[in-house]
């Protein structure tokens, strides 16, 4: 999906501009942002390696909470009763102090009132919006909602109620009633950055919602041109993530002419190779490219860049 580029042919149609791209589209699991994956989807989205992000709401809130707290290491054994009592929420083998959600929730209170107050003058919200809105107010660069808001990179989230965000936006709404946040909006702007991609390609880290949604905007293309699975779940399990990219094909979601890969592997031990064997490449070559493109430029022409 990287290397995609138009034929000549739609080039010459004039249907596909000549610098055309594959559209990517990365799905993940709020797990993958709890874990040390973030910094590597982060990357991603900082140097503009990616085009749509679907999550879930912890993988929003755990970016954001990452700014104000940090999540510390513990085991996959430690006993839940006694984590409770110290105030401690498991998540695999990693630890979340009850006080970072507080952390949080005394920092995007203001943000929900500032957003209810421009409901009341004429705005509108969808999820979309509303981690843009957050992303940009982080102003902290380790964050990937950060650089989505800064590079202009949607994030759709439309399970957005389901996790701390949602908490947060339901403690809100007795403090100050009516935020409205509109789903049909952000269904549509997937949708259309599916219909409108010149190819379309898919990276899912692991299932469930963020799978479907992804796989869903790319049918109302007649399916996506690349897709690669990356998660452990199995079909006789009965998930989305156990389905196969050829059950994808059945559906319209994945063309069948693609050749869809799904890997069978844990993703925080899988993603990370991928993307340094693929995406940070394409990085170099990207800015090795840039370089070459500076120094042919006339100095004139340099300055009015």
Partial sequence: MLKWRPSAE?????????????????????????????????????????????????????????????????????????????GLNRIG??????????????????????????????????????????????????????????????IYCPALTDGSLGDMIFFHSYKEPGLVIDLVEDIRGINSSAIKAAASGAIVLGGGVVKHHVCNANLMRNGADYAVYVNTGMEFDGSDSGASPDEAVSWGKIKSSAAPVKVHGEATLVFPLLVAQTFAKERLRRVAEGGKAAASTPPAEADRT
Wanted: hydrophobic letters at 45%; a negative charge.
């Fill in 10 to 86: 739609a080039v010459a149609s004039g249907s596909v501009p000549p610098d055309a791209r594959c559209t990517i589209f990365l799905g993940f699991t709020s797990n993958l942002v709890s874990s040390g994956v973030r910094e590597v989807i982060r990357f991603l989205v900082q140097n503009k390696l990616v085009d749509v992000l679907v999550t879930t709401a912890g993988g929003v809130e755990e970016d954001l909470i990452k700014c104000l707290a940090p999540t510390v290491v513990g085991d996959f054994r430690l006993d839940g009763a006694a984590l409770r009592a110290k």
């Fill in 93 to 154: 083998n990693l630890l979340v102090p009850n006080d970072n959600y507080c952390k949080f929730e005394d920092w995007v209170f203001p943000h929900l009132s500032a957003m209810r107050a421009e409901q009341a003058a004429g705005a509108t919200w969808t999820p979309s919006k509303v981690i843009a809105r957050l992303g940009a107010e982080t102003r902290d660069e380790s964050s990937i909602c950060y650089w989505a808001a800064k590079n202009d990179i949607p």
